[in-house]
């Protein structure tokens, strides 16, 4: 039981304090940046800051789920999951530092709700467990969806970034829905959505 508190503290520190390593090149390598006015820039900094902490939210919310799910297969697919996340990690926060910016200081404070809620997901069992992740990647896909739309045409080095972020969502809903994911209340989809605003909000100038 110490063993197993100790791994997970230490994904912890990993997460908020650790520079994040990603396993598959940047999907933005081989492209070349473009020239930005300093608003196109705040602008562009603002919405990877934004699409970052949603990455911390997916560390936390994979790591509560992994720790409460019944299921051994589910648990390896959540851990799994969770180290592509990792990885949209080292990207956004690689072109945020590339662009002069900063990842947000609230990210803590959302990493500790997001392992909360994937605990909590966890303990009312597997089928809503893998509900809510299923309805996180959909909510997650529209909102990167919604950033490409309002990235700056010539930024094609975050494009290719959130391209390649919201393909691995896509597969990771599939993957829930394909493990047995109950359909959530709407209610419950309509407090998700309020509470992705709330951080979205906050974190694109915080």
Known sequence: MIDKAIVEFDKILKTLFHKPLSNRAHPDETIS??????AE???IVGLMRVNHTGEICAQGLYQGQALTTRNKANQEAFEHAALEETEHLAWTEHRI?????KTSLLNPLFYAGSLA???TAGILGDKWNLGF?????????SHLTEHLDKLPQHDNKSRAILEQMRE???KHAHMAHDNGAAELPEVVKKIMK???KVMTKTTYRI
């Open 168 to 170: 691995d969502e896509i």
């Open 133 to 141: 992740l299923e309805e996180t990647e959909k909510q997650v896909e």
């Open 41 to 43: 820039r705040k602008h």
């Open 97 to 101: 530092h590339e662009l002069g910016g």
């Open 117 to 119: 809620i994937g605990v």
């Open 33 to 38: 940046d473009g020239e930005y006015t300093d």
């Open 194 to 196: 309020l509470s992705s």
